[in-house]
Structures are given as C-alpha cells and as structure tokens.
C-alpha cells in the first residue's frame, strides 16, 4: 500500500522521503492550502528542488491546492495549478469544483486526486467527480467504518486514500465551522483549524486551563497531559453528561487496521501533519514504512512505537471501528 507523507517545509520532504515515504504531499505558501500557517509550505523554487529532490529517489510528490478561491480572486489558485504542472507534481490534490474543471480543461494529463475537504463520503459524489473530472484518487474524510469504505470501493473505479495517524478530524472536512464560530478564521477558506494565535494557557487552581478564541476548552489537573485546545474535543456539558461529546482529545492511529483497511480496497494510507517538525514526520515515516513491510511480508503489525508522538499521549481508531454515542 502507498504511504503518503507530509512535509511543511523543504527539510521534512527530505526527511519523509529519506525515511521510507513512497509519496509526499506539501503546498504552496499562500491561501491555496489547507495549512497556510506562517513559517510553513514552499515557494515555487522549493517546491521544484523538492519535486527534483524525491524523484530522484523514485518518491513522487503531490501539490495540496485544496482551499476553496475567494470570489474575484480565482487567479491566484488558477496559477498555483498552473505551476505544480510547471514543477512537475505528480498530481494535485483539489477540493474546489472550479478548480477540478480548470485543471481538467488546461492540464489534462496533471493527475487529478479529489481531497478530504471536498467530503466525498459515497460512492455516487465519488462517480460523478471521476466521470466529470477525471478524479484518480479520492481521500475519504475520517468519518467512515472500515464496512463503510468497502462497500464505498466495491461501486467506485478511483484509488482511495485514508489517513491513518495524527490529528483526528471527526467532522465531514470541509463542512465544519465550530473553528470558524470561536476564532473567525476558517479551515475551508484560510486554510486555519484552532490557530496558534489563538490558543491560550492559564495555571489556575484548579490546575491548567486551556482556551481557544476566549472559549474554556479543557481544564486538566496539575501533571495530566493537557490536550491542543480543539474545539471539537473539548469538554460540553450536554444534558446529564459532561465529556468528550464529540471525541476524545487523541490522535489517530491506525496501524493495527492497515491489514482490513487493505481488505478493504485502500490504495494509500496517509498520515497528517505537515505543521509538525521534520524529526516527527521522520519517526512517523519510519515506523508506518516498517508496518506496511510487515503486512506486505505477512507479519503481525508492530505496537505501541508512536503513543509518545500522539495528542495528550492517547490514540484512537476514530471512526474506522466506532460505536456511535
């Protein structure tokens, strides 16, 4: 199975691809991608020495151009597309339905991959974005079973991809906008789920607070691993109950599925985190590339060699194996 890496910067594409990636996947730095964070992404001259850089070691290298274009200023994703064709990706990964008819129409042997923020979670949007746009690969947005993604592979004639460690979205990606209500800045059109800026961190004597955008997200006692405020993870009271309503601050893995995940139909598993450091795109590379050699050679999947790299020290199958509260 394809592992398909991230890198935010030049210095963690090399890491990915030293390290075991069979693809990277990077963006631009402006608007265009999903993690316009500053200090992150590439310029076209870094985007075209990376490209140079992987396919050197036969790892091939995919440009996320998966924001959604504000209205009047479509020119700036129409030459984002224009040159990953230039640098020589090996596709692009598209949310807007624009932007799929305008790679189609002007770059027609550019492989087109559909990306989770365009939330395709059957198989009849999938076909219709294939029969359009001639979409190769879809990345399935992490709200699905594993029964769910089969059944989703038996009626569609595209790839699938699937995240299977990091952050854990639980939302239909592309669609959510509790980041949006508490901090105004939106992940669909700036590219910004929870931002750094405003995140914030109180000792108080109830032990550590956490907040985002002012909101009271999480309240940990003294020594407990305290969580990225998140909003969809944070703790509600919803009638009776206090918790995790939505999901339990943990990242996602799913190394112990890769073998029904593959049952399943799954062309390439993909793993979150282009914001993070090149040592930790470097260690997650490496034991994912150990775990798919394992599953291709028949041996069982390893365990336990990410839990110190997982949000607040826990992980979680997300969807692919829930039972619904």
């Known amino acids: 199975m394809e592992l398909v890496c991230p890198a935010g910067t030049p210095a963690a594409l090399r890491a990915a691809v030293e390290a075991g990636a069979h693809t990277i996947y990077c963006g631009f730095a402006d608007e265009t991608n999903a993690r316009n964070f500053p200090g ?49 990706a090996d596709a692009v990964i598209l949310a807007d339905i624009g932007l799929l008819a305008y790679a189609a129409d002007r770059h027609p042997d550019l492989r087109r991959h559909l990306s989770v923020q365009a939330a395709a979670a059957n198989a009849d949007v999938i076909n219709f974005y294939a029969e359009t746009f001639g ?7 992490r709200v699905l079973t594993v029964d769910e993604i089969a059944a989703i592979n038996r009626e569609i004639d595209v790839e699938t991809e699937v995240f299977v460690f990091g952050g854990l979205c639980v939302m239909a990606e592309g669609r959510c906008s509790l980041s949006s209500y508490a901090t105004g800045k939106s992940p669909n059109m700036n590219g910004v789920c929870s931002p750094a800026s405003h995140v914030d961190y109180a000792e108080e004597p109830g032990g550590l607070t956490a907040r985002l955008g002012g909101y009271t997200i999480h309240r940990t006692a003294k020594g407990e691993p305290a969580p990225y405020p998140t909003l969809c993870k944070g703790c509600f009271v919803s009638g009776d109950q206090t918790g995790h309503v939505f999901e339990d601050p943990a990242s996602l893995n799913a190394t112990q599925l890769i073998p029904a995940l593959a049952r399943a139909g799954v062309t390439a598993l993909k793993i979150e ?16 590339r150990a775990a798919v050699e394992a599953f291709d050679a028949g041996r069982a999947m390893p365990e336990g060699a990410l839990a110190k790299l997982s949000e607040g020290q826990a992980a979680t199958t997300g969807a692919y194996a829930k039972t619904w509260r």
Not at 50 to 57: C, E, L, T, Y
Not at 273 to 288: D, K, L, N, P
């Open 40 to 88: 992150l992404n590439f310029d076209r001259a870094e985007m075209a020495e990376g490209i140079a850089f992987a396919h050197a070691r036969r790892a091939k290298v995919l440009i996320a151009i998966n924001t959604f274009p504000h209205a009047g200023a479509e020119p700036l994703w129409h030459r984002a597309i224009d040159d990953a064709a230039k640098v020589g």
């Open 135 to 141: 979409v190769r690969r879809v990345v399935l947005p």
């Open 273 to 288: 985190g282009r914001q993070r450091s090149r040592a930790y795109v470097a260690e997650v590379v490496r034991s994912f």
